[in-house]
């Protein structure tokens, strides 16, 4: 099966999600837009990204990733291992949500220096109390797969999952946004920076990292550095 | 199966998306937490709801109903067709995340009064680019299904599933939180005003919605009214 993903060429974003699982499973897909930019938005699609497998067409970035899960060897294909699974991908797309929204807190639509003020608070809050909430909920459940019988090392345990991927692309694009706040947040969380460099070096995405089809981080994603907003200050003070 | 849901207990939230399909399918279930409120939160979860059918505890809304929908008979059982339905229920949490930033541009857990003015400014953007292109969307799904060979009514055609559902509720909670502006974009989309009326007169949600079980809209929930984000002046003026 040839699979065909249309995402924004420019950037990593949502898409990227989708690339991690394609790369690291060998899979056969074309990145359509990265070579023809002309396209319109199927009737059934919300947004970008989506994707074409044979017949069907498929988005929103978990949906898609719990179809390609079990079919590329990242997922359980039980029914409770698969609703797991994607459990933590819905967690991880509520994470990026607010990735997104610290430099966008008024409206995805509008430039960043026209809500530059309220970015910087929307910030604070993401660093002082919602980041750490996400990173030890990831810990806890990478501490339960260690216990567990299967043994650990990743989130299920064992075996990697297309959730271990996003896990490593949140802890990437963390620090590339916020090197000084999520470097010292990251110190904390020793297994989720395992879990980040056991992804890394898969041999199929560490190929994939050092191509030219990785996009570079940049200021037109998701993750993106504005120096303003990591503050090196402690992030709890009331604004 | 008795089903368990643990959500809070004082507000629809994202728990009467859960409560919806239980009620229209007359399922076994019982709501704990408005019973009992001692509880503590199972470590696989990372925020209410959760979902506890002997012995799985499944969470994220959308992932709890993709569980029950085909077991309630609210979401076909071929794989296109739960992916699909699934499709439409994410697209739908990521709309009502936008409701709810609405009056919490800057931090879910401050007081709406230290983030009114950042309220504002989001809660005009959504009114003028976020909820008309959701409308849209939903309405063009609607035509659709209108057009397929199974004939219209629903979002994915004669049948009712747990995404229709949702799409009452959102329609339920934006005429509460938005009566003036809400009011004048839903003259604008009769089938999505009709997909609420048909929910709405279901028997057994009909019933539900008379009931003391359906806790009224207030303002701890994700649809609040604060008459001074419902603006009757138009809303696309730069603020």
Chains 1, 2 share one sequence.
Request: net charge positive; charged share 25%.
């Amino acid at each position: 099966m040839r699979y065909l993903l249309y995402y924004w060429p420019g950037i990593q974003g949502r898409g990227e999600f989708i690339r991690l699982a394609l790369e690291d499973a060998g899979a056969d897909y074309v990145d359509v837009l990265r070579r023809s930019s002309s396209f319109s938005l199927p009737e059934q699609v919300f947004a970008l990204p989506y994707l074409v497998a044979g017949k069907r067409v498929i988005s929103q970035t978990a949906n898609i990733l719990q179809y390609l899960g079990p079919r590329l060897g990242l997922a359980p294909k039980d029914e409770a291992g698969r609703l797991w699974v994607h459990q933590l991908q819905l967690t991880i797309a509520d994470w990026l949500v607010e990735v997104h929204d610290t430099h966008h807190p008024i409206g995805s639509g509008r430039y960043y220096e026209e809500q530059r003020r309220e970015a910087k608070r929307r910030t604070a809050d993401f660093l002082a109390v919602r980041l750490p909430k996400y990173l030890d909920y990831f810990d806890g459940v990478l501490r339960r797969a260690e216990r567990g019988y299967a043994g650990g090392g990743y989130l299920l345990g064992r075996a990697c999952s297309y959730a271990d991927l996003s896990l490593f692309q949140m802890v990437a694009g963390l620090r590339y946004a916020f090197p000084v706040a999520f470097g010292r947040l990251e110190k904390r969380h020793a297994r989720i920076v395992e879990v980040h460099d056991r992804v890394a070096a898969r041999p199929r995405l560490a190929a994939y990292l050092a191509s030219r089809r990785r996009i570079p981080f940049n200021l037109q994603g998701i993750f993106r550095h504005y120096p303003e907003l990591d503050s090196t200050r402690k992030k709890s003070k009331k604004t």
